[in-house]
């Protein structure tokens, strides 16, 4: 979270330098953002599983089609979770999740408000369960998950092409749980998003 907010202090002092370099009808938006995902946590296997909610920075990139449609593509880098069952850990496994939706921008007014629908591609990865639960189950994780994407957001003008924004978006991620190579259940990150941050378009 620290190194999130100190990202966007830096993208915000340099706002006065570079406002005459943007404009407010470029086909590119590029935006910095804080994330913070909020994990619904729910689990068929009855072990209770669960991962921890993290705040992490990203990097979205959109392109404008038309005034009012656009293709965003968000991205980060690969995020480490606890993995948890019934509050105790059990180890960690580490999720890659690139969301590219497409969105309509509302036009003609002071702020610039969005609704979008997408596709997510996550990607899991380092899973690592401590030896006595390897030993006890031998659980497993399905590696990739395919999910619906839904969010709106608002972009503020600040001049110059720079823009304030706020977006939230609620994506389907999840995985099967195998132990013993048997099927066990099916545990649904299925994550609230909410991020703030700046971006320039150009």
Do not use: C
């Not at 946590?41 to 990097?59: I, M, Q, Y």
């Not at 019934?86 to 969105?103: E, R």
Request: proline share 5%; aromatic share 8%; net charge positive.
């Amino acid at each position: 979270m620290k190194k999130s907010l100190i990202v966007l202090a830096a993208l915000a002092a340099a706002v006065p330098a570079v406002q005459a370099q943007g404009s407010d009808t470029g086909n590119w938006l590029v935006r910095a953002r804080v994330l913070h995902l909020d994990s619904a946590n729910k689990d068929s296997t009855g072990l209770g599983l669960s991962v921890n909610n993290k705040t992490f920075p990203e990097v979205d990139i959109s392109y404008f089609l038309s005034p009012n449609l656009a293709l965003e593509l968000v991205l980060t880098y690969p995020q480490k979770h606890d993995v948890r069952s019934n509050g105790s850990d059990i180890g960690t496994l580490k999720h890659l999740p690139p969301t590219l939706s497409l969105q309509y921008h509302f036009t003609g007014m002071g702020v610039r408000p969005y609704v979008g629908v997408g596709l997510n591609y996550t990607r899991f990865s380092n899973v690592s369960f401590q030896p006595a639960v390897v030993a006890a189950l031998a659980p497993t994780l399905k590696k990739n998950s395919f999910g619906l994407a839904l969010g709106a957001g608002v972009d503020v003008p600040m001049g110059g092409g720079w823009v304030f924004n706020v977006d939230v978006k609620k994506v389907q991620i999840d995985t099967d749980v195998s132990s013993f190579g048997s099927k066990a259940g099916t545990f649904k990150v299925d994550p609230l998003l909410v991020s703030v941050g700046a971006g320039l378009r150009f």
